[in-house]
Nanobody, 124 residues
Framework: EVQLVESGGGSVQAGGSLRLSCVVS??????????MAWFRQPPGKEREGVAE????????LYADSVKGRFIISRDNSRKTLYLEMNNMNAADTAMYYC???????????????WGQGTQVSVSP
């Protein structure tokens, strides 16, 4: 059974940076053959897509709200997905989730495997 475990969340001031990691385990072979993505759920709001990346990292997709500030990457040799978050603001405050699935698109319905989440808080 594939498992995803996020880390790297925390509190930061506006304008600061954080780097999230998501370690993948429980699959056979050298590369986890699935698209991967970061989603977030702000307090009292629905889960929304942040960024996704294809198996071989050739394709990425970002939500407009994070474009130019966040960078998604994956290191298949380390079985790890990353999200580098820069120039953060209060609107980035949310629980961040790592996800994996066969489809392409920043919709939670496209993703089948989820981590437990890591909390990110940005103070003004």
């Amino acid at each position: 059974e594939v498992q995803l475990v996020e880390s790297g969340g925390g509190s930061v001031q506006a304008g600061g940076s954080l780097r999230l990691s998501c370690v993948v385990s429980g699959f056979t072979g050298n590369t986890y053959n699935a698209n991967m993505a970061w989603f977030r759920q702000p307090p009292g709001k629905e889960r929304e897509g942040v960024a996704e990346i294809s198996i071989n990292s050739r394709n990425t997709l970002y939500a407009d709200s994070v474009k130019g500030r966040f960078i998604i990457s994956r290191d298949n040799s380390r079985k790890t997905l990353y999200l580098e978050m820069n120039n953060m603001n209060a609107a980035d405050t949310a629980m961040y989730y790592c996800a994996a699935g066969p489809n392409w698109g920043l919709s939670p319905a496209f993703y089948k495997v989820w981590g437990q989440g890591t909390q990110v808080s940005v103070s003004p």
